[in-house]
């Protein structure tokens, strides 16, 4: 009985520690949107800028946007979509209520015990994907990585962040990056800070490349470098504070509201920079291109290395996407073949996910989410670095309880989405050697 008392008082202190968070919060309600036309789509993504709404997805025509507006300009949001004609149904009236539940089963999958049968012969024991990791747990990790694999991973700082936080990468190479003929993959997650499922694909690559080895050929053909965290202070802000913060931590506005602080580190690359005035818009871009330490420090891992980088993945949430350039819609020369790799890469991801999950939609960056994006960092690596195939994932999106509510994360998924993601991955890399293979 002593038992049952305990775990009832454990219920529901959790459950009250956990609803008093997220106020900031309260009352935004969480809306999806259907355009029938481009004209509709190019209105209803404005509003970003326009109202400084924060779009979850982009609408386009045949896939609905989400956009969460908070409680006071609820009215005038809709009355906008009215007057031009757009139809809006609300997925959460209030979102707090979601990310209370977030919590919850967040907390739950902490208080399991980590199943370690599967990794018992291992040298390392991987991080659990079915829970979530903090930066530290994850820095530390890679440490960890490089000790007990010291033949294979070396642990490297590309710099430091905003707010002084060690933005580590792991190297990975059978022969320390020494055989200059071996193609490199960069795999990079992150960049946005709420995204947070995009962490289970570059943890679970570490895990299939260096702990628990399945495909040799991988391993042994290439070199590969990977950035699990490449925005740390906007994602322990994410943790922390605000759980749907998506920029870096660093304020440009002077004496400003909270949320106008930090740069949208996906828009403050110098291809197709485009500047604004307004550092309270979600996709603020920074005063000039590179103005922030976090691009400076991607910009300086990926030009050390670029004449050997034959692919880079940067990985986001939500959407079940994989994009190539340039944000703008205007093709790279070879636009065909990031098609073409782009489509073996969705077809392999397919072919295991799970049935709820929508397929993978592959193209232009502009063309699929209809609103263009400048100075993104995929452009920078496809042009700026000249690394031949650049792409940006969008892993799906959580739809638990039956809402879609984008950014969530669902532990039952998590370990999931890192499996089915590495398929994607492998089938890339696999296409590009088959291919040097063919043209040497
Ligand atoms: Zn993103």
Redesign the pocket.
């Known amino acids: 009985m002593a038992n049952l008392y305990k775990s009832i008082f454990v219920f529901f202190s959790t459950f009250f520690v956990v609803c008093a968070r997220h106020e900031v919060y309260d009352g935004h309600t969480l809306y999806e949107v259907v355009v029938k036309n481009a004209k509709q789509a190019v209105f209803v993504n404005g509003l970003e800028n326009e109202m400084l709404v924060d779009v979850f997805s982009y609408a386009n025509t045949g896939r609905a946007g989400e956009i969460l507006v908070p409680k006071e300009q609820k009215m005038e949001f809709e009355a906008k979509l009215m007057s031009m004609d757009v139809e809006y149904s609300i997925l959460s009236k209030n979102i707090k209520e979601q990310l209370d539940w977030e919590d919850m089963i967040l907390a739950e999958a902490a208080s399991k015990p980590v199943n370690r049968s599967s990794s018992r012969n291992l040298r390392l024991a991987p991080l659990p994907l079915d829970k979530t990791h903090r930066f530290e747990e994850v820095n530390n990790y890679l440490v960890r990585v490089s000790n007990a694999y010291p033949n294979r991973a070396t642990v490297e700082s590309a710099g430091r962040s905003f707010e002084g936080r060690d933005m580590k990468y792991l190297k990975i190479s059978t022969t320390n990056f020494k055989d200059r003929r071996k193609p490199v993959i960069f795999l990079l997650s992150l960049?946005?800070a709420r995204?947070w499922v995009?962490l289970s694909a570059t943890l679970y690559a570490i895990e299939k490349l260096v702990i628990d080895v399945s495909d040799h050929d991988l391993v042994n053909d290439f070199d590969w470098i990977i950035m699990p965290i490449a925005n740390p202070d906007g994602f322990e802000f994410s943790h922390t504070t605000e759980r749907f913060w998506?920029k870096n931590r660093r304020n440009h506005g002077g004496k400003i509201k909270p949320w106008c602080m930090g740069v949208d580190l996906?828009r403050n690359f110098d291809v197709d920079f485009k500047s604004s005035k307004d550092p309270c818009g979600q996709t603020f871009p920074g005063p000039h291109p590179f103005s922030e330490p976090e691009s400076v420090n991607i910009r300086r891992v990926l030009n050390a290395y670029s004449n050997r980088i034959h692919m880079f993945i940067d990985i986001?949430?939500f959407g079940s996407m994989i994009l190539f350039g340039r944000g703008t819609g205007k093709l790279a020369p070879n636009a065909t073949t990031l098609k073409f790799v782009g489509v073996n890469m969705a077809q392999a991801i397919d072919r295991v996910k799970w049935p709820s999950k929508p397929k993978y939609t592959v193209g232009n960056i502009a063309d699929v989410l209809g609103t263009r994006a400048f100075g993104i960092l995929n452009d920078y690596a496809q042009i700026g670095a000249g690394i031949p195939l650049s792409f940006?994932y969008?892993l799906p999106g959580y739809q638990g309880r039956g809402d879609k509510t984008g950014f969530l994360i669902e532990p039952s998924f998590t370990r999931q989405a890192g499996v089915e993601t590495w398929e994607g991955i492998k089938t890339g890399a696999r296409t590009i050697r088959d291919s040097v293979k063919k043209e040497s």
């Open positions: 960049l946005h995204e995009a998506r996906n986001h949430s940006v969008e």
